[in-house]
């Protein structure tokens, strides 16, 4: 089924990342794709391990295409099987109205069925992703463990009862919610309008970081120790992740492109899906295995909030604090507060900054051997300008007074050599007759 092309769609390396999977086929024409998408084909297992690594927004507006592709599908299939086996004279009025239900007159009657049994639950999870969508009404994301596959809108209005209902008291808290469920027209989804909110203490994200925190406090560097992290003689650097199945991860490019010329041509990359942890610490032994680096950075670019949770996993701060090779990160944005930022030798906040870091880190080696090699070439200098200055009497007079100064170098080790000898001879002469 062909989608017509449209230039808006995420990032280039996005793009490129998206016409690899499975049932999708693509062509770039300047700056449109024209795409060739079959829905039954995708793989949502696949579109989570290749395009973890990019923006949540991004994978949701793709998910929302082809899920757009599914329902048009749907509906041309079925209108098709209406057609074909339908009798010629269908005496039965009801079906043939169905038959030709447009999909808009299918949702429409789906939405008025919906309200007119709307079931009411009382349910336990988190509330996230918060904002004032109109004048009395807030609408957060519903889900539970950083399970955002798993996800259903949640409506509060002024009829919902409950304390502190407003927007900074409920973000990013873990809240009892007894309402309706309702299919939205809007939002093309089921969603719950809320009737009662009872705010049962910080989301499962918080609470998890905050005893992770207590788990890991051992492995965690100073802002002092961060600050004052240097690396001597920087010549290559080890990358996680690095081009798994020949695409691009988010914020790899921004780390490349921010390094010295030199640097890009020397960097050891390690495969890894940056959103599997297991992966990313496989990868931190194989890097500190080859030992080929002075230095190993940890990028990718930015997320939700629940996506970016998993760098707090104990396991990767533990296994960071304890790589032989020095450690930096350059994970998300700067307001994202990390665990395993915390654990490497210095964190740079973004993978931009990682580049800038290990930039600076080389000029200044690279300045530092030119102030050497400047030195050097300034002493020489100075000797060679004495020299061009002095005239023939004043370099004769000079190596005349070396001359002597050599000859009575000459005499005095003379001297010492023959009262060496003496005393030699002495020691010899007092241990044959012992004499004094």
Not at 281 to 309: F, H, P, T, W, Y
Not at 349 to 367: E, H, I, M, N, V
Not at 380 to 404: G, P
């Amino acid at each position: 089924m062909e989608f017509a092309g449209i230039s808006q769609f995420g990032s280039k390396d996005f793009r490129r990342a998206v016409s690899k999977l499975k049932g999708v086929h693509a062509k770039s024409y300047s700056s449109e794709w024209r795409w060739n998408i079959d829905p039954d084909a995708i793989d949502y297992d696949e579109i989570e391990r290749t395009l973890g690594g990019f923006s949540q927004d991004d994978i949701a507006h793709f998910k929302a295409l082809v899920a757009a592709l599914n329902r048009k599908q749907a509906v041309e299939g079925h209108q098709k099987d209406v057609s074909e086996d339908a009798p010629v004279n269908d005496s039965n009025p009801s079906s043939a109205s169905t038959s030709s239900c447009s999909f808009a007159e299918f949702i429409d009657e789906l939405s008025k069925k919906n309200k007119r049994n709307m079931t009411s639950y009382t349910v336990i999870g988190d509330i996230i992703n918060g904002y004032q969508c109109s004048e009395d009404t807030l609408l957060f994301d519903f889900l539970d463990n950083h399970n955002e596959r798993q996800s259903i809108k949640l409506f509060v209005n002024k009829h919902t009862k409950g304390k502190a209902l407003d927007l900074e008291a409920l973000n990013d808290t873990r809240v009892k919610v007894s309402g309706k469920v309702n299919f939205s027209v809007k939002y093309m989804s089921m969603n719950i309008i809320a009737d009662k909110i009872d705010i049962l203490g910080v989301c499962s994200r918080e609470e998890e970081s905050e005893r992770y925190a207590e788990e890991c406090a051992a492995y965690f560097h100073t802002d002092e120790e961060q600050k004052h992290f240097t690396i001597p003689d920087l010549t290559d650097i080890g990358l996680i992740p690095g081009p798994l199945t020949g695409k691009t991860i988010q914020g790899v490019s921004d780390f490349v492109k921010s390094l010295p010329k030199d640097l890009q041509t020397h960097i050891h990359a390690a495969d890894a899906v940056i959103s599997n942890i297991p992966s990313i610490i496989a990868a931190l032994d194989k890097l500190n295995q080859e030992g080929k680096c002075q230095v190993i950075a940890i990028v990718r670019g930015g997320g939700s909030a629940e996506s970016m949770a998993r760098y707090s996993d104990p396991r990767l701060v533990k296994a960071i604090y304890e790589s032989r090779i020095p450690v930096i990160t350059g994970i998300g944005h700067q307001s994202d507060h990390l665990l395993c930022e915390q654990a490497a030798c210095r964190n740079c906040g973004t993978p931009t900054g990682a580049g800038d870091f290990l930039k600076s880190q080389y000029w200044r080696q690279y300045y530092g051997n030119l102030d050497r090699q400047r030195n050097h070439y300034n002493a020489k200098t100075e000797f060679d300008r004495i020299l061009e200055k002095a005239n023939k009497k004043e370099l004769f007079l000079e190596n005349a007074d070396l001359k002597n100064k050599l000859q009575e170098l000459r005499q005095d080790n003379e001297k010492l050599s023959n009262d060496l000898d003496n005393m030699k001879h002495r020691g010899l002469l007092k241990r044959i007759f012992n004499i004094g």
